[in-house]
């Protein structure tokens, strides 16, 4: 066997290992349906513990005409590999390569994955401009998030755009893709269909959105340890955000917040416990839904323990507290996003010192005593002032704890994680200067030097390129293909230095 055969061989035999050790995953038969390869270009890890990919694919399989199967960005680590044997991207199910899909679906929750679109593409034989592609190569649909606050990034890639959520498009766009119509035939019934984009975006495209969320269910479809979450039944408690924060894009991408029942919640809480006894519950404000007691006393009534995506410290109190106690909490993350309460009145978060240090507190007495606590720099209107009162605002939550939490729970930390503000198309803030990359690293610099002695306390940031780049890729029209045919060429190279 050539090097290269032998490369593409054992490309093949790592993704059948990864299916073979998946759960709940679908192998159905090719004879007769529509083929839809899910495709989330980032890594498998990531992408399966993006509840998205575990919701498109079981709407998608519970239709017999339709066989979907599931592809992702090979990892840093073998991408050499599968350049130098020239070895397409293949699904995780049967291992077939993108091109031999009836179409490729993307599903795009951050703009910079659109970065490894013209890897994916490029190995797979797949031209990344529409105009390019052949009659007989895949229809490319594309949606999520990111194309849903702004499509035009996309405008020369996919044949098909579809901002909203999926589910409002389901029932429609389904049984098109599964007459197997020609390219072209297809797209103009795709175009009937309200919300679809097919071309290039005129007007502001109409943002799909499903309705009551009781009547569908959005959770765990395939378990792995390999996932991110792997650990946990995830699970959609809730939809947008009530609180229309200024630098948000949750209200904008997802329209009116929209709460499921706790009944409806418990009822995939029996289905997961077959599974896993950890849930994770996603949604914007979780501690404040309405029935948060109601459903966190049945998780733990029934042998489980939960763990909320997102914490907003004015949601908490001493019986929440207490709840995330008795699932295991000793660690928590809070969304702070700006040190001053000047400047977190300017972002529309409303939140004072005084409620947040009540907040720790009522952890800090539950024995919660590591904070994960996330801010954001380069906002507008920010001030030396106001990146001084991260450190600030993290040094008195610091000695709080250490004063409120009991004796059995003395070892307490601050772990800060300070993030480049990116403004986004459609937010209060759309159409404010990214601060740009140097100006980002300076306040980093600085924060880093207030913090580097406090004992107690780290911090860790994000990549100012990489804030650079998204605000770019967030904020551009169709020119964006080609920044990315740019990147490809950059990251190749990359790649074969090894």
Not at 108 to 115: C, G, I, Q, V
Not at 165 to 189: M, N, Q, S, T, Y
Not at 449 to 459: C, D, F, N, Q, Y
């Amino acid at each position: 066997m050539c090097f290269k055969a032998l490369m593409a061989w054992r490309a093949k035999e790592k993704m059948r290992g990864l299916a073979s050790r998946e759960v709940g995953a679908l192998k159905k038969d090719w004879g007769g349906k529509a083929s839809i390869a899910l495709v989330f270009p980032n890594t498998y890890r990531v992408g399966m513990g993006n509840l998205a990919v575990h919701s498109i694919y079981s709407i998608l399989n519970a239709r017999s005409a339709v066989v979907c199967e599931r592809a992702f960005m090979p990892h840093p680590s073998e991408l050499r590999e599968h350049i130098l044997s020239r070895t397409p991207v293949l699904s995780v199910e049967s291992q077939r390569p993108l091109a031999e899909f009836d179409v490729v679906a993307l599903s795009l929750s951050f703009e910079n994955d659109y970065l490894n679109l013209p890897e994916i593409f490029g190995l797979s034989k797949i031209p990344l401009r529409a105009a390019d592609r052949r009659p007989d190569q895949p229809l490319v649909i594309a949606g999520g998030a990111a194309p849903t606050l702004n499509p035009l990034p996309l405008a020369l890639v996919a044949d098909a755009i579809l901002p909203g959520e999926f589910e409002a498009f389901a029932d429609r766009v389904a049984p098109i893709l599964e007459e197997g119509l020609p390219g072209r035939e297809a797209l103009v019934e795709l175009g009937k269909v309200p919300g679809v984009i097919v071309g290039a975006p005129g007007a502001p495209a109409e943002r799909m959105r499903a309705g009551d969320l009781d009547s569908f269910k959005t959770q765990t479809a395939i378990y792995s340890r390999e996932a991110e979450f792997g650990d946990m039944h995830l699970i959609e408690v809730e939809r947008g955000c009530r609180h229309r924060c200024r630098f948000c894009a949750t209200p904008a991408i997802y329209g009116e917040p929209r709460r499921r029942s706790a009944s409806a919640v418990l009822r995939m809480v029996d289905e997961g416990l077959a599974h896993r006894r950890k849930f994770g519950l996603i949604g914007a404000d979780i501690l404040s839904h309405p029935d948060f007691e109601e459903i966190a006393e049945g998780i733990l009534d029934r042998g489980g323990s939960f763990s909320p995506s997102s914490v907003r410290v004015d949601a908490m109190d001493a019986r929440k507290a207490e709840l995330l106690r008795r699932a295991g909490h000793r660690s928590l993350a809070l969304g702070i996003e700006a040190g001053s309460e000047a400047l977190r009145r300017t972002l529309g978060k409303g939140l004072s010192d005084r409620r947040i240090l009540e907040s720790v507190e009522a952890l800090a007495v539950c024995g919660i005593t590591r904070l994960r606590l996330y801010f954001m720099t380069g906002l507008p209107g920010e001030t030396d002032a106001d990146v001084a009162a991260i450190a600030s605002i993290a040094l008195r939550i610091r000695d709080l704890m250490r004063a409120a939490a009991p004796r059995s729970s003395r070892a307490t930390a601050v772990d800060l994680t300070v993030t480049p503000f990116v403004p986004k198309p459609d937010t209060p803030f759309a159409g404010r200067p990214f601060a740009g990359e140097a100006e980002i690293k300076r306040r980093f610099r600085a924060l880093k030097a207030t913090l580097s002695r406090e004992p107690g306390v780290a911090m860790r940031t994000d990549s100012a390129l990489q804030a650079a780049i998204e605000h770019r890729l967030a904020n551009s029209g169709p020119e964006a293909v080609r920044f990315l045919e740019e990147s490809r060429e950059r990251s190749a190279r990359a790649a074969m230095r090894g």
